[in-house]
């Protein structure tokens, strides 16, 4: 649910600000209304600082740390300065070593030539040339032609030394080198420095991840505060000759007696009030325990509107059912499970929700699996001894199952957007919606009823229809003339009755995604079976291949599991629930 919130307008003495603000953040309800977008020097660099620290917190959580981070009273800026030099150097002797790895294999069929002798024999006019050619190309006349030697033979390539005497050229047909400026024994040397020199700053990084961490998080939080005070003053308007400052903002509604004991206590002048049209109140949910687990999900696409239901509660079973339905396989979902509940006993504490919800999802496959009878790959239904065959369904059954959801969850959508519309505008808002809950209604009727021999009067089941297609058509856009409204009405209902039918059929990748997940499980289980002989050995291949191959599929069952709920939960589940979204997260003025 969405928490109700009050605006409130606070009018304080220019001498008294400062100590009202320290206290209002001390306090952190309120969340600020931005009135100055623009921002002085002073807080862009404040801001810029955080970011720095951010990055470096980034990239020291990343390093491999086997202590517990410890406090140090060095100053964090400076870390992060230290930090970003040494990242520099990294990346300039990266860039050195790409260049001197080539040098020494430019430098290596050569040996370790002295460039000083080149300048020795340049000052008798006498300069060195350097030739390479192919092992087969090789013209042993060239040496009764010129003054050569072979230096070296690797891999097929003939490496010759030259002396040419003045400007006589040295003309053999081979391709003539430039060596490195350093010798090779020095190129070497310089390669070993670096190295030892890059494992050296990998060694301070490791330091750091264990020393600065705290550090870092506490300069932060401090600039934090500091940045937030300073956009507090940014967005306070001066009134009276800059005598009076002006700060509006919001409040949860249950913070509402802490904040005016605080403003009574300081003899603070204030107005409260409702959210009102147009206002662009900020969002803050408040769900159980298992439906809070949800928001990060919801998070991915949008916050509510504040005038709109929070949709998290009502997408969560679903999105736990399709998860389980896509992966489908009871194994696996033990596997999710029982991972998840060993790795959540000494996770971070900011993971452990993530792992809580991989738990439910996990149980959720179980679930799915024992329905759609799979296990590893295994059918079930071919297991004489399993005792739950009466629950297996074959492939058809689960994909009218996968429609079956499908329409249930649209369904259930109508009414979430009827709520909503009552809730935004009024009764006579959601009569169009209810109409076409009415008009399902009564088609399930005319459908279900004669099946089960029940009949009913033709006359109460036209009613039904003749009344919700009223509903549907005159109260389609209560702001118009009926007529008018009447138009609209059939517009969107040709709009609405096709889509609901391509809707529908989106449900069916369910289906298509635990049978995809079946199938390969049963695939990987054929291969490996083939391996197994008489022999012990035989076991290995056939163990590697389970491994390999199921914790594939499980990788790419659940990948699938994933964004595929998701898009139906934003695509069809949201279009029928008439969700806004657009929301504002609150983020309270605070330390």
């Known amino acids: 649910m969405i928490i109700p919130m009050l605006k409130y307008s606070f009018l304080i003495y220019h001498k008294e600000y400062v100590p009202f603000l320290e206290k209002l953040q001390e306090l952190g309800v309120l969340h600020i209304i931005e009135k100055n977008k623009d921002v002085d020097e002073n807080i862009k660099i404040s801001l810029y600082q955080i970011s720095e620290i951010n990055k470096a917190l980034k990239f020291l959580s990343k390093r491999n740390q086997e202590e517990t981070p410890e406090k140090s ?83 097929g390539f003939t490496y010759i030394l030259a002396l040419q005497h003045g400007a006589n050229p040295i003309d053999i047909d081979a391709e003539e080198v430039k060596l490195p400026d350093l010798k090779l024994s020095e190129l070497l040397e310089k390669d070993k420095s670096n190295k030892e020199r890059l494992e050296e700053i990998e060694k301070t990084f490791d330091e750091y991840a264990i020393k600065y961490q705290e ?73 159980n325990n298992f439906s809070k687990l949800f928001e990060p999900i919801g998070d991915l696409f949008s916050l509510p509107d504040y005038k709109e239901l929070d949709l998290t509660p009502f997408f969560a079973p679903f999105f736990m059912l399709f998860f389980g339905f896509c992966v489908g396989d009871t194994g696996y979902g033990l596997l999710i499970l029982i991972a998840t509940l060993i790795f959540r006993r000494k996770a971070n504490p900011k993971l452990k929700p993530m792992l809580t919800l991989a738990s439910y999802l996990g149980a959720a496959t179980i679930i799915m699996g024992f329905i759609s009878g799979t296990f590893f790959g295994i059918e079930l239904v071919n297991v004489e001894t399993y005792p739950l065959k009466q629950i297996i369904l074959d492939p058809l059954k689960l994909f009218w199952l996968s429609i079956a959801i499908g329409g249930l969850q649209i369904f259930y959508g109508m009414f979430i957007k009827a709520a909503n519309q009552i809730k935004q505008g009024g009764f006579k808002y959601g009569l169009s919606t209810i109409g076409w809950i009415l008009m399902v209604i009564s088609g399930a009727i005319s459908i279900v009823f004669p099946m089960m021999d029940i009949v009913l009067p033709k006359i109460i089941i036209n009613g039904l229809f003749i009344i919700s297609g009223a509903l549907i058509l005159i109260f389609s856009n209560p702001d118009i003339n009926v007529f008018a409204s009447i138009g609209s009405g059939v517009y969107d209902a040709y709009n609405m009755i096709t889509g609901i039918f391509g809707d529908l059929l989106s449900y069916i990748r369910l289906f298509a995604l635990g049978i995809s997940s079946a199938i390969l499980g049963l695939v990987f289980n054929q291969i490996a079976a083939q391996f197994l002989g008489g022999s012990f050995f035989s076991y290995i291949p056939f163990i590697i291949i389970l491994l390999i191959g199921h914790g594939l599929n499980i990788f790419l069952a659940s990948l699938g599991a994933f964004v595929h709920p998701l898009r139906l939960t934003f695509v069809e589940f949201y279009k029928n629930a008439g969700f806004v979204g657009g929301g504002k997260q609150y983020k309270p003025f605070s330390k």
């Open 73 to 155: 009273d060095m100053d964090g800026l400076g870390m992060v300065e230290t930090i970003k030099n040494l990242t520099d150097e990294i990346n300039l002797i990266e860039q050195e070593q790409m260049s001197l790895s080539k040098d020494i294999q430019k430098a290596l069929p050569w040996g370790d030539f002295d460039q000083n002798l080149q300048e020795k024999f340049a000052e008798k006019h006498i300069y060195l040339k350097y030739f390479v050619c192919s092992e087969k190309k090789f013209n042993p006349d060239w040496k009764e032609k010129y003054p050569i030697e072979i230096v070296n033979t690797i891999d």
């Open 215 to 287: 550090n870092l998080k506490e300069t932060r939080q401090k600039l934090q505060e500091k940045t937030d005070f300073e956009l507090a003053i940014n967005h306070t308007e001066k009134q009276a000759e800059e005598k009076v400052m002006l700060l509006e903002g919001w409040i949860p509604v249950e913070t509402k007696e802490d904040l005016e004991k605080m403003l009574e206590e300081r003899n603070v002048y204030f107005i409260s009030s409702q959210p009102a049209e147009g206002d662009n109140v900020p969002i803050k949910l408040k769900n």
